[in-house]
């Protein structure tokens, strides 16, 4: 199967905060911004895999700066590496200032998507090839996500999820 980097897979989607989508301080809902980057997220599992695909899990999100209402909001989404028939994606959120026109990052998150096909049955889905040094860090860490993910879900022993157990426990692989 076909071989993918990121880029390959990268989604991009700018849009304003408009009232509707602001909380009584003005600053937007929580529940949009995850909805935003999970149509950006579905977006690029879709351009890696070209199959139909779903959320499986959201295994990391991080609210560190608002966002104000009226601001011009850029969610950046890319596939960081593959499984079987998994995907993990990860998303940058950025807010783009006023006046210089620079992007400020805002948020992240990280999201896994299955493909499947018409039955919803999961099916394989092409490998990664990270290129820059995040895509590579992004890439080595994203196994540990995974266990990480499964074990909160309980569809994994925690005694066969080696690279959590290495990140506490020398010498445990
Ligand atoms: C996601 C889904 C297809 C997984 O089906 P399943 O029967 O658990 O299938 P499997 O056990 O074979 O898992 C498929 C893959 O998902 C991964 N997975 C399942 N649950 C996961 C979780 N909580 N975190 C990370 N990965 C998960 C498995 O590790 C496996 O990955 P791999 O093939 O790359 O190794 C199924 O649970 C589903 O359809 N869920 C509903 C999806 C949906 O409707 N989302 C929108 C919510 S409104």
Redesign the pocket.
Known sequence: MEVKTPTDSKTIVTDLVLPSETNPINNLFGGELLARMDRAASIAARRHSRRIV????V?HVAFNKAVPLGSVVTVEAKVSR?????MEIVIDVWIEDRESGRCLKANEAIY?F?A?DEM?N?VPVPKVKPETDLEKERYEAALRR?QL??VL?K?MNPEDATELKALFFKNSK
């Open positions: 779903v959320t499986a899990s295994n593959t499984f079987k028939t998994s896994t299955v499947v919803g999961p995974k993910s499964l879900a569809k």
